[in-house]
């Protein structure tokens, strides 16, 4: 009995790390109801999709540096979200808060980050979008 209450609460946290995917369309409802431009909008979702794979629970790999990238956007812990309880960095919140099925925390940071840096301080951007935007003309 005490194996199968462990392996719940095991299968519930891993549930709960693995966030929602939204398609295409359900990505690009979001990112118009969080205000990000139409004229920017194919540039958002390429972004996305190759940084998160439109997974808002998403953890990249550790960076060369250290940090991580967390969310929808891969928000990084180094600058801009905080990796404790603790709200901080750039974007006072809390890495977690960026890994929210809500985005409305990530996407307020991600908005921040772009009018800093532009699309360049994503390397899915720089490495995949630039000339070759997804199609959402059905969305």
């Excluded at 939204?22 to 979001?30: D, T």
């Excluded at 099925?101 to 800093?116: H, P, Q």
């Amino acid at each position: 009995m005490k194996s199968v209450v462990i392996f719940v609460i095991f299968a519930l946290i891993a549930a709960n790390c693995e966030g929602k995917t939204f398609s295409r369309c359900e990505l690009v409802a979001q990112l118009r109801s969080h205000g990000f431009p139409e004229n920017k909008m194919r540039d958002w979702v390429c972004l996305v999709e190759h940084e998160s794979g439109r997974n808002t629970g998403k953890i990249g790999k550790v960076n060369k540096n250290g940090s991580r990238d967390y969310g929808l956007f891969q928000i990084n812990d180094k600058y801009w979200c905080s990796n404790t309880s603790s709200k901080g960095k750039d974007c006072n919140v809390t890495c977690a808060e960026v890994s929210q099925d809500d985005i409305s925390k990530a996407a307020t940071c991600a908005k921040k980050i772009f009018k800093r840096h532009g699309f360049n301080a994503w390397y899915g951007w720089k490495n995949h979008c630039q000339g070759s935007l997804p199609d959402i003309s059905s969305c």
